[in-house]
């Protein structure tokens, strides 16, 4: 089934402790890209990708890393968690390498940094 | 600045009613449009896209129109069903065309 994964889908962690999101998709997809999801302001991006080993800043990218080694996965890095992390988080892919293409979203990871 | 805003946060219709959600967006220069539902707890899932170069486009009951001139995009749910209740999200490609902006989102509520 063609389909983005994302891993874990719950983590509750403590302000400061290094955590990464996995996103991987099996659609052989040029671009990924991550977001976030918070009440009233809607879906925000991190950060995306054209190609392997090609990353950029999307409009809120303070405090994220991202890496993207393999065309597959594109993991979401937090180095030093805060409180206002906290948020709903999804990957997303597209065929094409330019992002203003359909866009397939993951499942979504709930984050809560305490 | 890029913006993708909806006319109205929410909507309630009877089972049965079409539905229409409109969406209002900043960027004159943006070929591209797209509509996602997302139901509670579920990823954004995609609906309906269309391109500048068309004015409508139909899917299975639902169909996009596309109002260049005034910046305006709407979706039409036909015979709208409980299962059509969901957040609704416009998004148009941004500027330098690498990404989707995303409007903030209507929230349909179908009651039979």
């Known amino acids: 089934e063609a389909q983005v994964t994302q891993n874990p889908r719950y983590l509750i962690t403590v302000t400061g402790k290094k955590l990464t999101v996995t996103c991987s998709q099996n659609?052989?997809?040029?671009?990924m890209s991550w977001y976030r999801q918070d009440p009233g302001l809607g879906l925000r991006q991190i950060y995306y990708?054209?190609?392997?080993?090609?990353?950029d800043k999307g409009d809120v990218p303070e405090g994220y890393k991202v890496s993207r080694k393999e065309k597959r996965n594109f993991p979401l890095i937090l180095e030093s968690p805060s409180p206002n992390q906290t948020s709903l988080y999804f990957c997303?892919?597209?065929?094409?390498?330019?992002?203003?293409?359909?866009?397939?979203f993951g499942p979504g990871t709930r984050l809560t940094v305490l | 600045g890029e913006s993708v805003g909806l006319h109205l946060p929410t909507l309630s219709v009877q089972e049965g009613d079409n539905s229409i959600i409109n969406c209002a967006y900043s960027?004159?220069?943006?070929?591209?449009f797209i509509w996602y539902k997302q139901e509670s707890g579920k990823g954004p899932q995609f609906i309906i896209d269309?391109?500048?170069?068309?004015d409508k486009r139909q899917g299975q009951r639902v169909t996009v129109l596309l109002n260049k001139t005034v910046k305006h995009l709407s979706l039409q749910i036909a015979a709208t069903q409980p299962g059509d209740s969901a957040v609704y999200f416009c998004?148009?490609?941004?500027?330098?065309?690498?990404?989707?902006?995303f409007g903030k989102g209507t929230t349909l509520s179908v009651s039979s």
């Open positions: 998004a148009e490609a941004n500027q330098a065309g690498t990404a989707l902006i």
């Open positions: 990708s054209m190609n392997v080993e090609v990353t």
């Open positions: 659609m052989n997809h040029e671009y």
């Open positions: 997303a892919s597209s065929l094409g390498d330019t992002g203003t293409d359909t866009q397939y």
């Open positions: 269309i391109r500048s170069n068309m």
């Open positions: 960027n004159s220069a943006s070929d591209y």
